[in-house]
């Protein structure tokens, strides 16, 4: 079964009046027998697309809850391969949504980046969100990976220069991703004031999607920035939730959380 591609999947909300919801969960998270289940659970109750962490020692981006969940990841032994697994195993269920591995160049170098995005291709990876990656030096990565029809996405941060807006707007595909605030990823109160200005200078600049992350983790949230940019990830707030649930009561309560912030995308419910 073909899985949908990013592109397709933002057009097709764009015909249905939504926003993207894009959950992040690291693979091996609490337990790796455990990942599939919730990305399961995550698809049905209306996520639009899955961004799967890659464990690493060393996240430059994320904060303490992502980097807890990674440490318990690596401590069961989870690597890019096993995350491969993974995407493997999710297609073969018959699971269509569109995936991308969120890493870090160093776990993609020393698997060889060319053999790893045959085999991403192969297992139904849809993109990769690779932090670290400057996209200025990322024509080698990105050539590769759009052989194998796999997106790259980056960064744009409010601090972003206009000269690398430029080469963000001619390298990447799929969306960007838009950090909504300096940082590391976490959970806070409130959107900034000056996002919506933030996305607006951007959409003169860049004609992919928009889909902001760090710190949205509330229906509030994501009914706010789906008022003005193309998508919302939510990370921090579904790991927290899954350490704070007892296990068998997860998958309901997965369920609910994503089911609200999926309802928050919808036009009929943005002007609440």
Same mark, same amino acid.
């Given at each position: 079964?073909?899985?949908?591609?990013?592109?397709?999947?933002?057009? !097709?909300?764009?015909?249905?009046?939504?926003?993207?919801?894009?959950?992040?969960?690291?693979?091996?998270?609490?337990?790796?027998? =455990?990942?599939?289940?919730?990305?399961?659970?995550?698809?049905?109750?209306?996520?639009?697309?899955? =961004?799967?962490?890659?464990?690493?020692? !060393?996240?430059?981006?994320?904060?303490?809850?992502?980097?807890?969940?990674?440490?318990?990841?690596?401590?069961?032994?989870?690597?890019?391969?096993?995350?491969?697994?993974?995407?493997?195993?999710?297609?073969?269920?018959?699971?269509?949504?569109?995936?991308?591995?969120?890493?870090?160049?160093?776990?993609?170098?020393?698997?060889?980046?060319?053999?790893?995005?045959?085999?991403?291709?192969?297992?139904?990876?849809?993109?990769?969100?690779?932090? !670290?990656?400057?996209?200025?030096?990322?024509?080698?990565?990105?050539?590769?990976?759009?052989?194998?029809?796999?997106?790259?996405?980056?960064?744009?941060?409010?601090?972003?220069? =206009?000269?690398?807006?430029?080469?963000?707007?001619?390298?990447?595909?799929?969306?960007?991703?838009?950090?909504?605030?300096?940082?590391?990823?976490?959970?806070?109160?409130?959107?900034?004031? !000056?996002?919506?200005? &933030?996305?607006?200078?951007?959409?003169?600049?860049?004609?992919?999607?928009?889909?902001?992350? &760090?710190?949205?983790?509330?229906?509030?949230?994501?009914?706010?920035?789906?008022?003005?940019?193309?998508?919302?990830?939510?990370?921090?707030?579904?790991?927290?939730?899954?350490?704070?649930?007892?296990?068998? =009561?997860?998958?309901?309560?997965?369920?609910? &959380?994503?089911?609200?912030?999926?309802?928050?995308?919808?036009?009929?419910?943005?002007?609440?």
């Amino acid at each position: 079964m073909k899985q949908h591609t990013v592109e397709a999947m933002f057009k !097709d909300l764009e015909r249905k009046g939504q926003k993207a919801l894009i959950p992040y969960i690291p693979v091996g998270y609490p337990r790796l027998d =455990e990942t599939i289940d919730y990305i399961e659970c995550i698809s049905k109750a209306g996520a639009d697309m899955i =961004e799967l962490g890659v464990p690493f020692s !060393d996240p430059l981006a994320d904060g303490p809850v992502i980097q807890e969940a990674a440490q318990i990841a690596l401590q069961q032994g989870v690597t890019l391969r096993k995350c491969l697994e993974t995407v493997k195993a999710i297609r073969a269920s018959g699971n269509t949504i569109p995936i991308a591995l969120m890493g870090y160049c160093n776990s993609f170098s020393a698997y060889q980046f060319e053999t790893f995005a045959a085999d991403a291709e192969e297992a139904g990876v849809n993109a990769l969100i690779i932090p !670290d990656l400057p996209p200025e030096m990322s024509e080698n990565w990105v050539n590769c990976a759009r052989k194998h029809h796999i997106d790259i996405i980056f960064f744009i941060a409010p601090t972003t220069k =206009e000269e690398r807006i430029e080469v963000i707007s001619k390298a990447g595909s799929g969306f960007v991703y838009c950090i909504s605030d300096l940082g590391v990823t976490g959970e806070r109160d409130t959107v900034p004031v !000056d996002l919506p200005e &933030f996305i607006n200078h951007l959409r003169g600049k860049i004609k992919l999607p928009l889909a902001i992350g &760090f710190g949205i983790s509330t229906p509030d949230h994501v009914r706010e920035v789906s008022s003005f940019a193309d998508g919302a990830i939510v990370g921090s707030a579904l790991i927290r939730l899954i350490k704070e649930t007892p296990r068998d =009561e997860r998958l309901q309560a997965l369920s609910v &959380f994503i089911s609200n912030l999926k309802d928050s995308t919808k036009s009929v419910h943005l002007n609440r």
